[in-house]
């Protein structure tokens, strides 16, 4: 199973865990070398608990999301989230396999593992930090005593924020940290009990867990772990709905239908049968991109769903881009950078240094201008070719509607919102003037002319007005221009004058900022316009 979005599936196998237990009896996280693959590591989740299946929890939900490693913050959307049904014969005290990733990257990970009840709601819940440097194996022990339990505590560490054997401790505890686990309950089963007459305890993994008896409770009766001896209940084959039989006799004999309740409604996409026809969400396609694997896992903008996985779009050339481009490639309200390679562009949209968005649209030898052609709040790309412009939407490598032909041949041809309203519009420019066209009707509405001829103009909105203007690079120094007088308000020194100059709002603060690219893959941004030393500095691609 590729890493990727939401799954439904009634997958599992029964192992024994024992020798990863003793391997690392300390951590309720074992780890142990698996299986490897050329492009990524394997990773197998498997998953322990002493709670009931089918009575106590019907699925199980497996969450794995990238974080940065240094700080442990989120790096981006989950990689793979299943939900797994509950099968009420394995034996989940001794362990059963719950996910098989394959090809995940190497990085730190947060691995969230809930037990769900059959009326959708959390019966208990762990999170772990993972740090995946080689194919691996997880352990998740999740104990009854957890129930209940709110982490972090009121008032309490905010940093212990995950239940482990019944106390609140940090989500470091799988990731190699002995330190940040709950101590240990017990080296043998002698060091347990149990909180009903009918169970006994039982030690797993430096945990206590409470385990039926055999013959804890008198004939027709079974042990409730939390009640003790009740009365024995025996499925029937009639629908399932966990109520008393009033038939006589009841459908096979059976005082009890043990099965999960289920009143037939409509079926709605919600990873639910509500339906109770035994198949999940089955009237709708979890196949596209929207609804990859589960009607709630949709995929991230420029991804594929590929047998209900979202993919990650192919890696650029390792070599030098063409050149880098700059937009709001998801509409969050800050630019972010992308590298073009002949006729295909990668963007990372999320600032980790690695590509979310692939578009290959046009020629290789088109010009690409980036703006937000149709006022949605994403920036995309247009193809110049000749006199025209062919703008292509909404990423799928197609130009939408007729092509845009403003200007002459030979014309030098920028993007912006001339008129602040929201999208995207062209300029050429001669003799240093710029011809503004606002409604792309093929003429200029407003003339700018600023700088000297030969000059290289720079487009943004460099106060937050809502409309782009004007700048003048010239040497390392950028005259800007925000009124449209032909006057420069301010000028910016930054970086050098072999430098490649970008702008972009990189902070989302609402105008633009200068950028420059240097000799290698890092980008290094003046986000206060007062040139001098860059603030921070953006590292995408292989520089040009």
Do not use: K
Request: aromatic share 6%; hydrophobic share 35%.
């Amino acid at each position: 199973m590729t890493a990727g979005p939401e799954r439904n599936a009634s997958i599992g196998s029964s192992l024994s865990l024992s020798n990863v237990i003793l391997l690392v009896p300390l951590i309720l996280s074992s780890l142990f070398p698996v299986g490897c693959t050329d492009d990524g590591y394997d990773w197998i989740i498997d998953l322990r608990t002493d709670l009931a299946p089918g009575e106590e929890f019907a699925r199980v939900r497996i969450e794995v999301t990238p974080l940065h490693p240094d700080d442990r913050t989120r790096a981006g959307e989950p990689i793979s989230v299943l939900v797994v049904d509950a099968m009420p014969s394995a034996d989940y005290l001794r362990g059963v396999r719950i996910a098989e990733l394959s090809g995940v990257a190497p990085g730190v990970y947060e691995l969230h593992a809930v037990l769900i009840a059959r009326d959708g709601t959390e019966v208990v819940a762990r999170n772990l930090i993972v740090r995946l440097r080689e194919n691996l194996a997880n352990l998740v022990l999740l104990t009854r005593n957890c129930r209940g339990v709110m982490c972090p505590e009121a008032g309490g560490d905010p940093s212990l924020s995950t239940c482990e054997g019944g106390v609140c401790v940090s989500p470091g505890c799988g990731d190699d940290d002995l330190a940040a686990c709950a101590p240990i309950e017990c080296v043998s089963s002698d060091d347990c009990s149990a909180t009903v007459a009918c169970a006994e305890g039982r030690c797993s993994a430096g945990r206590c867990l409470e385990v039926q008896r055999t013959d804890g409770c008198a004939t027709g009766e079974r042990c409730d772990l939390d009640l003790g001896c009740v009365e024995a209940r025996i499925a029937d084959s009639g629908v399932s709905d966990a109520s008393v039989d009033t038939a006589t006799p009841a459908d096979t004999g059976a005082a009890v239908d043990t099965g999960m309740m289920c009143a037939p409604t409509a079926e709605v996409c919600n990873g639910l049968d509500d339906d109770c026809d035994g198949t999940v969400d089955e009237d709708f396609d979890l196949t596209t991109t929207s609804m990859c694997g589960a009607c709630d896992r949709a995929c991230i903008l420029g991804w594929s769903c590929t047998a209900g996985t979202c993919v990650r779009p192919p890696d650029p050339p390792s070599g030098p881009a063409d050149e880098y481009l700059v937009g709001d490639w998801d509409g969050d309200g800050d630019d972010n950078l992308a590298v073009r390679y002949g006729q295909c562009v990668w963007m990372d949209v999320d600032e980790d240094t690695r590509h979310d968005i692939r578009q290959c649209f046009g020629n290789p030898g088109d010009i690409y201008l980036v703006g937000d052609w149709d006022g949605d709040g994403r920036d995309n790309l247009g193809a110049l070719r000749s006199d025209c412009v062919y703008l292509d939407t909404n990423f799928d490598g197609t130009a939408d509607g007729s092509p845009y032909c403003f200007g002459n041949p030979g014309d030098t041809y920028f993007a912006g919102d001339w008129d602040a309203d929201g999208d995207g519009d062209i300029a050429v420019e001669r003799d240093a003037c710029l011809l503004m066209d606002t409604n792309r009707g093929g003429g200029a509405e407003f003339t700018h002319c600023l700088g000297n001829p030969g000059e290289r103009y720079l487009i943004g909105d460099w106060n937050g007005d809502g409309d782009d203007d004007a700048a003048a690079l010239r040497d390392a120094c950028v005259l800007i221009d925000e009124t449209r007088n032909g006057v420069p308000e301010r000028t910016v020194c930054f970086g050098n004058p072999s430098d490649v100059f970008l702008v972009g709002d990189w902070d989302g603060d609402g105008d633009d900022d200068l950028a420059v690219i240097q000799p290698s893959r890092c980008v290094q941004l003046d986000l206060n316009d007062v040139g001098g030393a860059a603030e921070a500095e953006r590292c995408y691609g292989a520089g040009l």
